[in-house]
């Protein structure tokens, strides 16, 4: 592979993975976020 051409799939390769990792942590969040939301609803529901 010529190296301008090597050196732009690294890029792509690091930018895929750092996608990869962001989503990963975005959806944790997400799901965090729900069941913690979930909980909030149940103790005003208690509450009620």
Do not use: G
Request: charged share 20%; with cysteine; aromatic share 16%.
């Amino acid at each position: 592979m010529p190296p301008k051409l090597s050196s732009f799939v690294e890029i792509c390769l690091a930018v895929c993975a750092y996608e990869l990792k962001f989503y990963e942590d975005f959806s944790y969040f997400l799901q965090n976020a729900n069941s913690l939301t979930n909980k909030h609803t149940k103790l005003k529901e208690y509450l009620t």
